[in-house]
T-cell receptor, first 114, second 115 residues
Framework: KQEVTQIPAALSVPEGENLVLNCSFT??????LQWFRQDPGKGLTSLLL?????REQTSGRLNASLDKSSGRSTLYIAASQPGDSATYLC?????????????FGKGTRLHILP | EPEVTQTPSHQVTQMGQEVILRCVPI?????FYWYRQILGQKVEFLVS????????KSEIFDDQFSVERPDGSNFTLKIRSTKLEDSAMYFC?????????????FGPGTRLTVL
């Protein structure tokens, strides 16, 4: 069964610290992997998309890595800010017959302490 | 920047009633999706739709659910007879054409509350 697991479930860090969120997936035959941000009661904002052939993507203070063979991805956030407080979802896409299907992790709830 | 929109933002209904959740995908997108997220749970895939037919559906998407693209702009999810356990946030998504660099763009969601 294709599953995505995120550790830790919740994380609190002081403002300014660098942090790493972890994601693991059971089926390594992925199509691509995305990291999303979800604010409470809100929708999903795509942060970074990593193609299956890539090893990392960067956007501003965010860096996502992908190790397909070990079934792992990390999201690195540099110099964290209170505005980074949100739930971060790892989402792995798998090819289907004519399309792709996204399997989401349960998320890491991040709280940046001012 | 183009975005996926969903209406209503919050729908309250009585158990057994039919509800229709509406989505307007990004205009040049060809693939459409519905996901749901029960409070405190993972976002779960429900169904994908391409070329006016269902491409894939999950085991959650039973006979109580149906999807339709009634015109060139709307994409709807109908739940025929709602149950308490259908209470969730429902997200619509759309994608342009496919390929590994393409991404599904998500709408803001409709919160469905079944009483």
């Amino acid at each position: 069964k294709q599953e995505v697991t995120q550790i830790p479930a919740a994380l609190s860090v002081p403002e300014g610290e660098n942090l790493v969120l972890n994601c693991s997936f059971t089926d390594s035959a992925i199509y691509n992997l995305q990291w999303f941000r979800q604010d409470p009661g809100k929708g999903l904002t795509s942060l970074l998309l990593i193609q299956s052939s890539q090893r990392e993507q960067t956007s501003g203070r965010l860096n996502a890595s992908l190790d397909k063979s070990s079934g792992r991805s990390t999201l690195y956030i540099a110099a964290s800010q209170p505005g980074d407080s949100a739930t971060y979802l790892c989402a792995v896409s798998y090819l289907l017959n004519r399309d792709d299907k996204i399997i989401f992790g349960k998320g890491t709830r991040l709280h940046i302490l001012p | 920047e183009p975005e996926v929109t969903q209406t209503p933002s919050h729908q309250v209904t009585q158990m057994g009633q039919e509800v229709i959740l509406r989505c307007v995908p990004i205009s040049n997108h060809l693939y459409f999706y519905w996901y749901r997220q029960i409070l405190g749970q993972k976002v779960e895939f429900l169904v994908s739709f391409y070329n006016n037919e269902i491409s894939e559906k999950s085991e959650i998407f039973d006979d109580q659910f149906s999807v339709e693209r009634p015109d060139g702009s709307n994409f709807t999810l109908k739940i025929r007879s709602t149950k308490l356990e259908d209470s969730a946030m429902y997200f619509c998504a759309s994608k342009q054409w496919g390929g590994p660099t393409d991404t599904q763009y998500f709408g803001p969601g409709t919160r469905l509350t079944v009483l």
